[in-house]
């Protein structure tokens, strides 16, 4: 029996993993430690008791778990033994007993600690761990629980089901825009240079071992924020690379085992290539990169969200574009916010929108700038509710007014915001303060007004009239104009109209990074609760074409590169936010990637089809969509406090995000593009159709 029973205990105990100086395990041999006979049974009964996959230390009836860097746990630093903390010499708890605390201080100190760092067996045993076992093991069984429910509090990463990017990028041989041209999202601008090739310590998941053990693995390819990984030794063995998000907590720099009395474990696929691993590691890492060593705290840092639950804001009203309302931050996600107007009783009545949008303004924005508001007849108070802080919001440029600057009644180009497909005709309806213009689109206008949109006169969303043509973009021409192909020359004089000055037009065109092909996630401006799939399919300087893989082209979006509403990928997984993947691909084979034929001229033929989501897909919460209206008599209109000339110092954020007013779509325009002539312009710098990130001349003038 007894026989029987030694041989049972000896098959449930976990295999003893050997570690040499270099702080690696180098290899895997069963345990032979031998029980002392003079063990009670009520005592065997207690180790039982404490969890399998719980490391311990067992000696003579002793348990202990392994160092942790824990507060419930300690290490001596004179002799190395480890046990409970509480169990400890002195206040510091520094050492096991009284003889360490002196010898600490003796010549013998440099030779015993020495001797730890080489992995020998400690020098002295220590008297007061060999006290209370009982109450040793409860406490190391009570900070285990401990440290799994910090754990699972602390994880910042949520895994989002139903679509793998991995095996989406690789079955397509696809590429992620890289990290650093999204400054709005977290780690946008620490990523720095980590890059293919850069190693990382990650668990080691071909392993036979019950306790996590790490290897360092390197990055054979990158997208956004996941890269493929490959483990150290294995080459050009592809066999076990796998797709892992960098930002999640098991991924850390090369080090960080060592300094945190982590096991690093060879793959059992490979262990026997190689007879001293140490050596391998050693002239494998040297010269290598690998991440930050504060990448972890960057991250946490730049996850944080000044804006909190009941924070009142002035949003647009999606039913009223000309118009803003009050709205509450009933959640925020990784930067996007989900915000309730304050009349919804249920709740319901929200917009989603990131906090860096052009959508969203602090309380008293609409007054001090002369901008349509509705009032809010609410009544009850909510406990908690605060204006957000004027800080929060992102900031425009200064622009002098005083000088040559809009008029009521000029043409210009600008992004339809009711469906960003288009870029059509438009005029300057109202010059509001500090640089803000209503703008209306040409052919489609209410008679009240009530459609009229605001952009912001450094907006990268509008543009001077002749863009299109010089970058062959179809231009929208107003609804039912009927002499086509479009021609502004002719349109101008008919209408009587000026063209606003190309002077006053953003020029700027930054080195964002994209190119043409590239992954991304982004939001559906439609629906700006849903963030999708998407593909870069065209770059016009810092304008982005994006198209939503799945989809037909009429649901492509321009939108500016430094829009908050793009994101790399990876970044759904990251904070939680649900991704809505492709659609199913039933009408068209073409990749989204190639030049397709142009279409013959076509009439306009009504609203344009709402996007249906297959069921299931659909996130939690509703963003309606906006739409065109007449106008209703519960507003005020609000006049400036002052005449516009100069606005306040107000400067962009250090992000540099874009505020493109890009809003979500019932209706659109669907007439055709056909090469317009050019005999009555000159070019300023020459005709360009370059789609590049450049910041070459793509504005035309008019022949005096």
């Not at 397509?172 to 650093?180: D, E, R, W």
């Not at 996941?226 to 294995?234: P, T, V």
């Not at 009229?452 to 929208?476: D, K, Q, R």
């Amino acid at each position: 029996m007894e026989d029987a029973r030694d041989l049972a205990e000896r098959s449930s105990r976990p295999e003893r993993k050997r570690r040499d100086s270099f702080g690696m395990f180098d290899g895997y041999e069963s345990s032979e430690e031998s029980s002392s006979s003079s063990s009670s049974e009520d005592s065997e009964d207690e180790v039982r008791s404490i969890p399998a996959s719980l490391p311990i230390i067992k000696n003579n009836g002793q348990v202990y778990t392994y160092p942790d860097g824990k507060a419930g746990m300690a290490t001596c630093e004179m002799c190395g033994m480890v046990g409970v903390r509480d169990a400890f010499y002195s206040k510091t708890k520094r050492f096991c007993s009284v003889s360490c605390s002196r010898s600490y201080s003796s010549n013998s100190k440099k030779a015993s600690i020495l001797a730890r760092l080489q992995g020998k067996p400690p020098t002295k045993k220590a008297k007061v761990l060999q006290k209370q076992p009982l109450m040793a093991k409860l406490a190391a069984y009570a900070q285990y629980q401990a440290n799994q429910q910090s754990q699972s509090k602390s994880k910042s990463v949520v895994p989002v089901e139903g679509f793998d990017w991995g095996q989406y990028i690789c079955s397509n041989n696809l590429v992620g825009a890289p990290v650093s041209c999204f400054k709005h999202v977290p780690m946008g601008t620490f990523w720095g240079d980590i890059t293919e090739g850069v190693r990382v310590e990650v668990l080691n998941s071909d392993t036979h071992l019950s306790t996590k053990v790490y290897w360092i693995a390197g990055i054979v390819k990158l997208a956004g924020f996941k890269a493929l990984l490959r483990y150290e030794g294995f080459d050009n063995d592809s066999s076990h690379d796998f797709w892992c998000n960098l930002c999640i907590p098991e991924v850390h720099p090369v080090g960080w085992c060592a300094s945190n009395g982590k096991p690093l474990v060879p793959p059992k696929s490979i262990q026997h290539k190689c007879s001293n691993w140490k050596a391998f590691l050693v002239k494998r890492l040297t010269g290598a990169k690998t991440l930050p060593p504060d990448f972890a705290t960057k991250l946490q840092e730049s996850m944080q969200y000044p804006f909190k639950k009941l924070m009142r804001v002035e949003v647009v009203d999606k039913t009223h574009l000309c118009r803003t309302r009050v709205a509450l931050v009933e959640q925020v996600i990784g930067g996007r916010l989900r915000l309730v107007y304050e009349e919804s009783q249920d709740g319901t009545d929200d917009f989603w929108c990131h906090m860096y949008s052009p959508l969203i303004h602090s309380i008293g924005w609409s007054r001090s700038i002369g901008h349509r508001f509705k009032r809010s007849d609410v009544s009850k108070k909510i406990e908690g509710l605060m204006d957000a802080p004027s800080q929060l919001f992102m900031k425009v440029k200064d622009v002098d007014q005083s000088g040559e600057w809009y008029k009521d009644g000029m043409k210009l180009e600008a992004i339809d915001p009711l469906n960003l497909s288009a870029i059509c005709v438009a005029t300057v309806r109202k010059v509001l303060a500090d640089g803000y213009l209503m703008i209306g689109i040409d052919g489609s206008e209410a008679a009240d007004g009530s459609d009229w949109f605001c952009y912001h006169s450094t907006s990268p969303s509008i543009f001077p009239v002749g863009f299109c043509e010089i970058n062959s973009i179809e231009l929208t021409p107003p609804r039912g104009y009927s002499k086509l192909p479009f021609k502004w020359f002719d349109y101008l004089r008919e209408t009587g109209s000026i063209a606003a000055p190309v002077k006053l037009f953003n020029h700027e065109v930054p080195n964002h990074g994209f190119r043409e092909g590239m992954k991304l996630e982004a939001v559906d401006l439609m629906e700006p609760r849903l963030v999708c799939v998407a593909t870069v399919t065209r770059i016009i300087h810092r304008l982005l074409r994006i198209h939503f893989d799945g989809w037909e082209d009429e649901y492509d979006q321009w939108v500016d590169c430094e829009s908050p509403d793009l994101y790399p990928v990876g970044w759904c997984q990251l904070t939680g936010y649900q991704l809505q993947p492709p659609a199913a691909q039933t009408t068209r084979d073409t990749p989204p990637n190639v030049t397709k034929q142009k279409k013959k001229a076509q009439q306009y033929k009504g609203q344009k089809k709402k996007r249906k989501i297959p069921v299931g897909r659909r996130p939690v919460g509703f963003g309606g969509s906006l739409r065109r209206s007449s106008f209703s008599d519960d507003e005020e209109q609000t006049r400036p406090h002052y005449v516009p000339h100069l606005s306040g110092s107000r400067r962009p954020p250090t992000s540099g995000v874009g505020r493109d007013c890009s809003l979500n779509s019932e209706a659109s325009l669907q007439l055709k593009e056909e090469t317009p002539e050019v005999d009555e312009f000159t070019f300023s710098q020459g005709i360009s159709d370059q789609e590049s990130n450049g910041s070459g001349s793509y504005y035309i003038k008019q022949e005096p």
